[in-house]
């Protein structure tokens, strides 16, 4: 599993104290942690050189050339359904944002 955040640095040192109050979440696998923490390749260049050694895309096996940040690049243009779809009913709505989503993934 790979969580990236812009500060995954900073808030990852506490991370599995927090996960202990979450009993029904399995965390580990034969009682190891599965977990590898990255910041995203955008926001590498603003840390120090410590955070760009432990923590980089690039240097991760199984990750390459991953750009993280792609999914938020069409939220934008999703903006506009909303005064379209809020009339709808559950499954018109489904169906648009389903075309809309699509029609994005080929652009």
Request: net charge negative; with cysteine; hydrophobic share 35%.
């Amino acid at each position: 599993l790979h969580i990236t955040n812009d500060i995954v640095c900073q808030w990852h040192i506490h991370v599995w104290d927090r996960m202990l109050a979450y009993h029904d979440v399995d965390i580990t696998i034969h009682g190891k942690k599965f977990v590898t923490f990255l910041i995203p390749k955008f926001h590498l260049p603003a840390h120090i050189k410590e955070c760009n050694l432990k923590f980089p895309f690039h240097l991760t096996r199984d990750v390459g050339q991953t750009d993280s940040k792609a999914p938020e690049c069409g939220w934008a243009n999703t903006n506009p359904l909303a005064k379209s779809t809020k009339e709808m009913g559950p499954g018109s709505q489904h169906d648009t944002l389903d075309d809309h989503f699509n029609d994005w993934n080929h652009k």
